[in-house]
C-alpha cells in the first residue's frame, strides 16, 4: 500500500495524559500537512511541512500542539495536558508540489475521558 | 479572509436522480480549488482540481465545473454507493500559502 498511513487509528486517554500520533506519507511528496476534525466540520489546518521544515501553523494551535517532521520523512504530532476540547479525529495529508493534489491518511480518532 | 460555503448541507436523492452540490468561496486569487469525498469515520478522498473558470473535470458518475465565484459537483444517475459527505477547499495564490480552506460538506444520502 503506497497511501497515507496513520498509527493508532483510535486513542483513548484521560484527562491531562500526553499523546503522540504518527503520520507516514506517500514517499515522494515533499509536503505534509495536520488537520482537526470535528462532527459536521471541515478539517481544520493545524500546521504543515516541506520536507522537515515546519513552513506554518495555525493560529489557533495551543502551545500544548507540537509537531515534527525529522529527516523529511514521517511526522509526529504530540498534543501535552489534554483537555476534552481535544477529541477529534486528527488527519494527516500529504501534498507533491508537482501535482496539486492531496492526499489523506485514514485518521487518528482522540477521545479524551 | 479565505471563506468556502457549501450547500446544501444535507440532500437526499433516489438512485438515478441527477443532481448538484454548490461550493461558493471567496479567496483573493484562487490556486486551486479541490473536491472530496469522505465516507464516515474515514479521511478524505480526493476526487478533482480546478484551476479557472470554465474548467470541468469528470471522474464516473461525477463532474466538477467552476466559476469566479463557485463550484459546482454535479452527480449523474446517482447509485447507493455514491452516499458521502462532499468537501470542497480552496488555496489561496496570497503569500505563497499553501493552506486550503474547507467547507463543512454536503452530506448525501442515495436511496436505492
Known amino acids: 500500500d503506497t497511501g497515507v498511513s496513520q498509527d493508532p487509528r483510535h486513542k483513548i486517554t484521560k484527562r491531562g495524559q500526553n499523546v503522540t500520533f504518527r503520520c507516514d506519507p506517500i514517499?515522494?511528496?515533499?509536503?505534509l500537512y495536520w488537520y482537526r476534525q470535528t462532527l459536521g466540520q471541515g478539517p481544520e489546518f493545524l500546521t504543515y511541512f516541506q520536507n522537515e521544515a515546519q513552513l506554518e501553523k495555525s493560529r489557533l494551535l495551543s502551545d500544548r500542539f507540537s509537531a515534527e517532521r525529522p529527516k523529511g520523512s514521517f511526522s509526529t504530532l504530540e498534543i501535552q495536558r489534554t483537555e476534552q476540547g481535544d477529541s477529534a479525529m486528527y488527519l494527516c495529508?500529504?501534498?507533491?508540489?508537482?501535482?496539486?493534489?492531496?492526499?489523506f491518511g485514514p485518521g487518528t480518532r482522540l477521545t479524551v475521558l | 479572509e479565505d471563506q468556502v460555503t457549501q450547500s446544501p448541507e444535507a440532500l437526499r436523492l433516489q438512485e438515478g436522480e441527477s443532481s448538484s452540490l454548490n461550493c461558493s468561496y471567496t479567496v483573493s486569487g484562487l490556486r486551486g480549488l479541490f473536491w472530496y469525498r469522505q465516507d464516515p469515520g474515514k479521511g478524505p478522498e480526493f476526487l478533482f482540481t480546478l484551476y479557472s473558470a470554465g474548467e470541468e473535470k469528470e471522474k464516473e458518475r461525477l463532474k466538477a465545473t467552476l466559476t469566479k465565484k463557485e463550484s459546482f459537483l454535479h452527480i449523474t444517475a446517482p447509485k447507493p454507493e455514491d452516499s458521502a459527505t462532499y468537501l470542497c477547499?480552496?488555496?489561496?495564490?496570497?503569500?505563497?500559502?499553501?493552506?486550503?480552506?474547507f467547507g463543512r460538506g454536503t452530506s448525501l444520502i442515495v436511496h436505492p
Open positions: 495529508a500529504s501534498w507533491t508540489s508537482g501535482y496539486n493534489e492531496q492526499f
Open positions: 514517499s515522494e511528496h515533499n509536503r
Open positions: 477547499a480552496v488555496q489561496a495564490n496570497e503569500g505563497g500559502s499553501y493552506i486550503p480552506t
